[in-house]
């Protein structure tokens, strides 16, 4: 179903999450993985009294931390399930609409929540950016989402009395 899986990564836990998801596709799919991460720079303000040393400074922490983010998620990817890398200097959600369409992928993982929430509310949110403008699917994916255990079942349907996942609904009431 799935040839070419591109994974958005960028160190917080919820894109964590996706690049598990988009390994276990790939593994069960035999597709092939790219790796996705942009270099974060801070918004203008960031910069407010700065020279061009502290400019620079930034750039380039910012470069090697995104680095560093692609390098660790190269790592988890299992031998034998091929994979490439992309780092990006462009902002990230026109770069990675463009990457969809110029590297023909057909399915995009993501997590729902970059690296804070302060700078989702300053830049805007990626994922939802690429969930309204992608040609392909997108998988987004929370790292807190739990799995819900199979409820017991009913016990006596004379009592009206059901357990759902632990909880005692009464069917009377």
Known sequence: ???SILVAVDGSRDADAALAQAIDLAEAEHA???LFAAVAMPPVEA???GDGAVAAEIATRAETDAQAVLRAAVDRVPDDVPVTSILSKEPVRPALIHEIRAGRHD???MGSRGRGALRSAL???ASHYVLNHSPAPVLIVHANAEV???PPPLESISS???RHQGVVVNAAA
């Open 1 to 3: 179903m799935f040839q």
């Open 32 to 34: 092939r993985l790219t």
């Open 47 to 49: 910069y407010w009294g």
């Open 107 to 109: 399915l995009i993982a």
């Open 123 to 125: 830049l805007g949110s």
């Open 148 to 150: 819900h255990p199979k």
């Open 160 to 162: 009206r009395t059901a």
